[in-house]
């Protein structure tokens, strides 16, 4: 069999690369049934390792036509901070006279690689993806020259403009706060380890410790909690311990949710104990009204799709055809009630 080529496969590269026709390759994809078994299964192997996808979108389009379309891998389609990140986007790209094509990919570095090679087979004029950590499928070879913007998070060896937030000086200004005040254990809720923006705040989690001459407990440090349930278990293990932390620190929305949900529902709040210290990490839905002291650092995630969604007109338009470039955004504190209290 051949080696696979850099370039976006086609029925001829399949083909060569199974020992086949392009007429079985065509017969198998359009799920023919003459072919035989050992054929189709070479085929259907062929496809998997080139990453091949059918250019349903070149259909439509004549030679020279651009189709007008932005693809846009988000991770968490339920969380409400990408719903603002895809208003602001939209914001930018439909103002240039284009649509946006949006799907997620739930942190999972296989759906990403389909959804990406998906947005490629529809020809997208350009792609901004909130990125899974993984590298080769966003590399220019793969991606057969669209331009790309990261949004979020960077990825190792993938040399594309970039729009992060200030993740790790937030994150150690809001915990050296909590450690002046007199916190001495303060737990951690984050993400997966891999996840580009949960290692850079517990980056500023560590750093505040160590500056202040403190040891990390790394008992009170809990991460992979991807969603709301998952984090309410975390915070009520930390809450169950012998010596709970004073303080939290949550590394995104979800978590901080998780948190509350468990602190409305300790026991030891009801007898009357000092209430835990909470910091999160984005800001989250009715978090000025539940009666649960948080600190929020915030940041304008419509404004993050509208830097990402910028930067990748201005490349597309030949307004900025220069090194990639990585915009770091500021954040905001929002005091509701909130963290440093144990003075």
Known sequence: MAAPTRRQPTILTVAEHAGVSRMTVS???????????????????????LGYRRNEQARSLRPGQRSGLIGMAITNVANPYYGEFVLGADEVVSGSGRGLLIGSTSEDEAKERLLIADFIGRQVEGLIVVPTGARRHLLPGALGGVPLVLASRAVA??????????????????????????HRR???LGTMTSVFTGQRRFEGFRLAHEDAGLELDDDLVLVGQQDVESATVAMR????????????????????IGAVRA??????????????????????????????????IDHDARDLGRQAASMLIGRLDGADDGLPQTVELSTRTLDYGGAPQLR
Do not use: M, W
């Open 27 to 49: 017969r198998v994809l359009s799920g023919g049934k003459n072919v035989r078994p050992e054929l189709a299964e070479r085929v259907h192997a062929s496809v998997a390792a």
């Open 157 to 182: 060896g993938v040399r594309a403009d970039t729009v992060l937030v200030a993740d790790v000086q937030a994150s150690y200004d809001q915990v050296s706060a909590l450690i002046e005040a007199g």
């Open 186 to 188: 303060i737990g951690f």
């Open 237 to 256: 293990s930390l809450l169950r311990r012998a010596d709970p932390p004073t303080a939290v620190f949550c590394a995104n929305n979800r978590n901080a």
């Open 263 to 296: 602190l409305l529902g300790a026991s030891r709040r009801a007898r009357g104990a000092k209430p835990t210290a909470l910091v999160s990490f984005d800001n989250f839905e009715l978090a000025d009204v539940l009666g649960i002291p948080v600190t929020i």
